[in-house]
């Protein structure tokens, strides 16, 4: 059979179809909220306004019962969340915050917002998640925190990394964006380390748009969250806050409206994560037939809830790269409806290692003169170098691929379909 890439029948041009999960229920919400007139209610004072509007607060109190946790925060991005928690912490200037390279950027730019510098240890081969090895050796006497990020769907290493952890003082922070309803034991994943934030982005498992969600159970971090979610310089001395450090205010407020589209979202995360679980294992199940596709394993004692399924690619079994391999099954793939201009939804690789960006390569991120990144004593340079993360740039240049096309919404029929265009291409791949 001729592959698609060279001219020949594709496996399906019909687009597969789109993931939509705004209903009925969203747009009577929404309606409400614009009935009432109340599309924010957040006064940046000390003011009982200063906690938001009703729908903020509602939310915030359903997140926190249905993750198990003291305190849920809403704030209009996992991104602003991320620096919430940096801040609340109490990081001081040039003090190391250890990250994984493998992620979505702003796991990354976090620490930089409150002038700390984000030290990238490597990623585990097998789950892609922070590798607590590489962590403890790059811990200094400068490192303050951790942000763990509990990639793809699944908890990152909780026993091995909470120990490092705890034994050498560091604050946890998880970045859950791509893992809502995950669990680790009986705990969700957000829950695991000493803060958690969630997405609630247009691409992630729940949305409204744009949005996010700090969880913690300590006090004193939520409440200097809050007050970093909204102008905290303006708050704190009638709030009668002593300890003001990082108190540098922001507006990362959450509207209404979507606060209340994000409570009907919550309503739907376990049928949600259940469907794209059983997709996932379908489809594992069936690709485990070409020897080259190492399905993703599950990590004792957790869940996975696939925000994208992974796969390492074997280049030595299967004689040919994976970029070419990928690139022939895209070909016999149709484009998803909604997300038309992306193409078939199925890539090789995640990111670029992110210490290989201009701003890590050039220290270049407040001013020109290598602010924050000159921070260290001594001159010590921290090391940004190709070579730094081994397996991420593995996994990046020749084994990692990961898809899309398992999102609820996605019949067995569709995915039968993905399945096809594999073994099409792996039967065929001498024609490559
Ligand atoms: C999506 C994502 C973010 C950022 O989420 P926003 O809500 O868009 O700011 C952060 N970290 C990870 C791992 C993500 O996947």
């Given at each position: 059979m001729k592959l698609a890439i060279h001219g020949g029948k594709p496996i399906r041009t019909t687009p597969f179809p789109a993931y939509k999960v705004i209903g009925e229920k969203e747009k009577k919400a929404v309606m409400e909220?614009?009935?009432?007139?109340?599309?924010?209610?957040?006064?940046?004072?000390?003011?009982?306004?200063?906690?938001?509007?009703?729908q903020v607060q509602a939310l915030e109190k359903e997140w926190a019962d249905y993750f198990k946790v003291k305190h849920a925060i809403a704030v209009n991005s996992c991104t602003s969340g991320l620096y919430c928690a940096v801040g609340a912490i109490g990081v001081e200037p040039g003090q190391e915050i250890i990250v994984p390279p493998f992620t979505m950027t702003a796991t990354a730019t976090a620490p930089i917002i409150f002038n700390a510098i984000p030290v990238f240890a490597d990623i585990e081969h097998d789950y892609f998640c922070l590798d607590p090895e590489s962590i403890?050796?790059?811990?200094?006497?400068?490192?303050?925190?951790?942000?763990?990020?509990?990639?793809?769907?699944q908890p990152y290493d909780v026993e091995r990394i909470n120990a490092i952890a705890k034994k050498h003082d560091l604050v946890v922070i998880e970045d859950t964006a791509q893992a809502p309803g995950a669990v680790f034991a009986d705990k969700y994943a957000g829950t695991l380390?000493?803060?958690?934030?969630?997405?609630?982005?247009?691409?992630?498992?729940?949305?409204?748009?744009?949005?996010?969600?700090?969880v913690t159970d300590n006090d004193d971090f939520a409440e200097r969250i809050r007050l970093i979610r909204n102008h905290a310089e303006a708050v704190a001395a009638d709030k009668g806050m002593s300890n003001i450090v990082n108190l540098i205010g922001f507006n990362f407020r959450l509207p209404e409206m979507e606060a209340a589209i994000s409570r009907c979202q919550l309503k739907k995360l376990e049928s949600l994560v259940s469907e794209r679980i059983n997709n996932c294992n379908y489809l594992a199940d069936?690709?485990?037939?070409?020897?080259?596709?190492?399905?993703?394993p599950t990590r004792d004692k957790c869940s996975h809830v696939y925000y994208v399924q992974p796969f390492r690619f074997i280049e030595q079994i299967a004689e040919i790269t994976r970029d070419i391999?990928?690139?022939?099954?895209?070909?016999?793939l149709p484009v998803t409806e909604l997300r038309e201009g992306e193409g078939p939804l199925l890539s090789s690789g995640y990111v670029k290692p992110l210490y290989l960006l201009p701003i890590y390569q050039q220290k270049i991120a407040y001013g020109s003169h290598g602010y924050p990144f000159s921070l260290l004593p001594d001159n010590k340079q921290v090391c940004y170098d190709k070579g730094l993360c081994p397996v991420t740039e593995l996994l990046h240049e020749k084994e990692f691929f990961c898809h899309e096309l398992m999102r609820p919404g996605m019949s067995r029929r569709d995915l039968d379909d993905v399945v096809s265009a594999f073994f099409k291409v792996w039967k065929n791949r001498k024609q490559l």
């Open positions: 909220v614009l009935d009432s007139g109340i599309l924010s209610r957040y006064l940046g004072c000390w003011h009982e306004d200063f906690y938001g509007g009703p403890e050796d790059r811990i200094t006497s400068r490192t303050k925190a951790v942000i763990v990020v509990d990639l793809f769907g380390g000493d803060i958690g934030v969630f997405s609630l982005n247009y691409h992630k498992h729940i949305h409204c748009g744009e949005g996010g969600m700090v069936k690709l485990a037939g070409i020897p080259a596709i190492i399905p993703p391999f990928i690139e022939a099954v895209r070909a016999e």
